[in-house]
């Protein structure tokens, strides 16, 4: 289930020169007011070749969520990256 809260940030990465998981890892950063080095590597999350794996090769409508560092993420096949306030669920 996708959170009912209006994204915090939210990027189109097919406008961006930088892997998926750069792109992930510094919306989040913005996200939180911090500096992207100070988040732990989002492949502690996840593995970070996966989720660009699956990106790349969607053939079909596919979205990706998790929590990374304490925000609800989801990864869009269409290429946007959204980011939610940490209050936010992403629901069972």
Same mark, same amino acid.
């Given at each position: 289930?996708?959170?009912?809260?209006?994204?915090?940030?939210?990027?189109?990465?097919?406008? !961006?020169?930088?892997?998926?998981? *750069?792109?992930?890892?510094?919306? #989040?950063? @913005?996200?939180?007011? *911090?500096?992207?080095?100070? !988040?732990?590597? !989002? @492949?502690? +999350?996840?593995?970070? @070749?996966?989720?660009?794996?699956?990106? @790349?090769?969607?053939? +079909?409508? !596919?979205?990706?969520?998790?929590?990374?560092?304490?925000?609800?993420? +989801?990864?869009?096949?269409?290429? *946007? #990256?959204?980011?939610?306030?940490?209050?936010?669920?992403?629901?069972?």
């Amino acid at each position: 289930m996708f959170p009912d809260t209006v994204a915090r940030i939210c990027r189109d990465v097919d406008d !961006l020169d930088e892997p998926l998981a *750069v792109a992930v890892t510094r919306a #989040v950063a @913005d996200a939180k007011g *911090v500096d992207p080095t100070t !988040l732990r590597p !989002l @492949d502690r +999350t996840l593995p970070s @070749d996966a989720l660009t794996d699956l990106y @790349d090769d969607a053939e +079909t409508e !596919l979205a990706v969520q998790f929590e990374y560092a304490d925000h609800p993420v +989801t990864v869009h096949d269409e290429g *946007v #990256v959204r980011v939610y306030p940490t209050d936010a669920s992403l629901g069972d």
